[in-house]
């Protein structure tokens, strides 16, 4: 079996022989360099030395065919080591890296934003869709879960996403609101809800 493993390996060399010598000379090199981008690119930093050596060790492999002294070898490997200590420093190139959205970009979403001041719309010009006495009861209610959540120990992503709510809260209170104040005033009063039903106050 040991025999057969053998002369499998040395028909596949011979086979790999046939092809243009630069091929194998160049080849997994220049492999190395267009594997090494895309890794640098892709922030994938860690995963540049094994690729590089698995590289390597079947550059080698595909270089018996064609090497007929050690120094051969010993040409070859120095060139794909000066290629990969080349490749490497790909990874020192600041390439942009895409911005993932925290919770804090989220909770800006959700209730800073729409405290920015925004143009007019047909909305604002139809009748209020809660008065501010009607407000004035919701928030009456809302302001009681806030004292308890003030007084509960909160992670920092929660105590972050209740003083949003407060900020927000703030804003409506005392004035008649249009539909959309409406909407927004109801998604704080959620968020209040789901804290406290986190923290079970």
Not at 9 to 34: E, H, M, S, T
Not at 159 to 170: G, I, K
Request: aromatic share 8%.
């Amino acid at each position: 079996m040991v025999s057969s493993i053998i002369m499998q390996i040395r028909d596949f060399l011979q086979l790999v022989a046939q092809l243009p010598g630069w091929l194998l000379y160049f080849g997994v090199p220049a492999l190395l360099v267009v594997t090494g981008l895309i890794l640098a690119v892709v922030h994938a930093d860690r995963a540049y030395p094994p690729v590089a050596l698995f590289l390597g060790a079947v550059g080698l492999f595909l270089f018996a065919s064609i090497a007929v002294e050690l120094t051969d070898y010993a040409v070859w490997a120095a060139v794909y080591l000066a290629v990969a200590a080349l490749v490497r420093l790909l990874f020192l190139i600041p390439f942009p890296k895409k911005k993932e959205k925290d919770r804090g970009d989220d909770l800006y979403d959700a209730f800073y934003a729409p405290l920015e001041e925004e143009p007019l719309t047909d909305e604002d010009a139809m009748p209020p869709a809660l008065s501010a006495e009607e407000g004035s009861l919701q928030l009456a209610h809302v302001d009681s879960l806030v004292e308890k959540l003030r007084g509960a120990e909160l992670d920092p992503a929660d105590r972050l996403e209740l003083d949003a709510v407060v900020r927000s809260l703030d804003v409506y209170r005392g004035k008649d609101l249009t539909a959309g104040q409406q909407r927004a005033l109801n998604d704080c009063l959620s968020a209040v809800l789901k804290l406290t039903a986190k923290y079970s106050l």
